[in-house]
């Protein structure tokens, strides 16, 4: 039922009490293109930092409406803190952080977050 996922060099662990999702978001944003990102969105109660919170830190760009959490040792940006549109606590994880995740089976739902 739950899943978990790690920055490059494991200094930053999490889990996330649900299933793995079978579709990501990829959107074209100047951040997330750049990045690669392939993003599943989940209420903040379901995510658990398991492990690092002494080795993130954070950027934000744009409206500053996402906390995107790195790894300081390798760089690596596995998930992002923020609100979802109805103003809940939510979290973005970076699929491509997850091993049990194969990206090539997950069904992609482009966004266009250049507009935004």
């Known amino acids: ?5 790690s920055c490059h060099c494991g200094a930053v662990a999490f889990r996330v009490e649900a299933e793995l ?5 990829s959107c074209n944003c100047s951040h997330c293109r750049r990045k690669g990102f392939l993003l599943a969105f989940h209420p903040a109660d379901q995510f658990a930092l398991t492990a690092g919170e002494e080795s993130l830190v954070t950027y934000m760009f744009n409206q500053h409406k996402l906390r995107h959490r790195f ?18 606590e939510m979290r973005a994880v970076n699929l491509r952080c997850v091993p049990d995740c194969d990206p090539d089976a ?11």
């Not at 999702?21 to 978001?25: F, V």
């Not at 997950?106 to 935004?116: C, D, H, Q, V, Y």
């Open 1 to 5: 039922m739950a899943y978990a996922g």
């Open 21 to 25: 999702p079978a579709e990501a978001i």
């Open 71 to 88: 790894c300081k040792t390798c760089g690596t940006q596995a998930f992002a803190e923020g609100q979802g549109p109805s103003g809940a």
């Open 106 to 116: 997950l069904t992609i739902r482009k966004i266009n977050g250049a507009s935004f």
